[in-house]
């Protein structure tokens, strides 16, 4: 089989598609023969580096990804040759307690593909079982390969840790990005008024398309007023955070009494401020959140197979365009997310 390699750290030009030995099922397992893998800004930090985080080298990467059964381990009987799948980005030992509780991505081993194990930019991978999932009927496979990552993380934002109700509003900061535009469809789908930025005309219109109501412009200093000015002065109920410095003082200014801030992640930067008096004055919550739990996954597709759910695709390439892949991401040129197509 062929696989993209990461064999060392740097622009996308290390990138490399090399040969590999078929894989075999053991007991309890599946080999899948992957149909298509999508991109995620993941993919670029663990090609560049992360400082104080060392990647395996050489590594396969790739967390997102649809394929088709085509092996068996012993043991496994509820799935058939030739059954359309998608792969879990995430894994763990299934024996903690956060496990046993329907929390794998709590485990103090959970890890992504790509990441702290080999991906799924290849064309065949092994798997335990319990690391697929059968795809709905009418769900087409590269399309799908671009939901787990964001979907799960912003599910895991919304629904696990902010818990957003029916009626609250809702402030996403940058809409069009990956976790960003599920946020909205999220957040919407759950009967919330959802507020976004973005920062182009091509991105706000986007943003209105998958479900926001109100779209600001990301670029302009005094969205934070304009957020007060749409909700009357009261601010949002929760606010989707996961830019960091850049927006973060006004995304706490942003939030009502009893609002909720929920942060994935920090695109500017690691370090932000709090001001206290603000924080307990107004008994505001901020929450972390990191991926979401694989129980999730049957709801999020159920919802994109009834059209609640849309990933945003900019474009699909052949596996071959996997060096092109990267630099389209990794230049900005891409509306929503790169996909590569590996087999049928």
């Known amino acids: 089989m062929r696989a993209v390699h990461v064999p060392e750290h740097g622009g996308p030009e290390v990138l490399r598609i090399v040969d590999l030995p078929d894989p075999t099922p053991a007991p309890g397992e599946v080999v899948v023969r992957m149909t298509a893998a999508s991109l995620n800004h993941l993919d670029l930090w663990v090609r560049r580096g992360m400082p104080g985080m060392p990647i395996p080298l050489p590594i396969i990467p790739g967390c997102d990804g649809t394929g088709v059964i085509a092996a068996l381990g012993e043991g496994v009987c509820d799935l058939a040759v030739g059954d359309r799948v998608v792969v879990l980005p995430g894994h763990s030992s299934g024996e903690s307690a956060h496990d046993r509780a329907g929390n794998d991505h709590l485990s103090d081993d959970y890890g992504i593909r790509g990441e702290h194990s080999d991906g799924l930019d290849r064309e065949l991978v092994a798997l ?38 029916e009626g609250e509003t809702v402030l996403v900061l940058a809409g069009t990005s990956g976790v960003g535009s599920a946020a909205i469809q999220i957040a919407a789908d759950r009967g919330a008024r959802v507020i976004t930025t973005a920062g182009s005309d091509a991105k706000r219109a986007l943003c209105a398309q998958l479900g926001a109501h109100e779209v600001l412009d990301h670029h302009d200093p005094d969205w934070p007023k304009a957020v007060k000015r749409l909700t009357d002065g ?52 901020v929450l ?50 790169v996909v590569l197509k590996i087999g049928d």
């Not at 079982?129 to 590269?142: A, E, Q």
């Not at 939030?255 to 603000?278: D, Y």
Request: proline share 7%.
């Open 128 to 165: 335990e079982r319990r690391y697929v999932m059968l795809l709905p009927d009418g769900v087409d496979p590269v399309e799908a390969a671009a939901v787990p990552l964001v979907f799960l993380t912003a599910w895991g934002m919304l629904v696990e840790r902010a818990q957003v109700a």
């Open 234 to 285: 009261k601010g949002c109920d929760v606010v989707v955070e996961h830019v960091g410095p850049a927006t973060w003082m006004g995304s706490m200014r942003s939030l009502a009494r009893n609002g909720r801030l929920v942060t994935c992640g920090g695109t500017t930067g690691p370090k932000v401020e709090v001001l206290l008096p603000h924080l307990f004055m107004k008994n505001l919550s």
């Open 288 to 337: 972390g959140s990191t991926m979401g739990p694989s129980r999730a996954m049957p709801d999020i597709f159920a919802a994109v197979a009834r059209g609640a759910y849309r990933p945003v695709i900019d474009r699909v390439l052949p596996f071959d365009e996997v060096v092109e892949a990267h630099r389209v991401l990794e230049a900005g040129e891409a509306l929503g997310k």
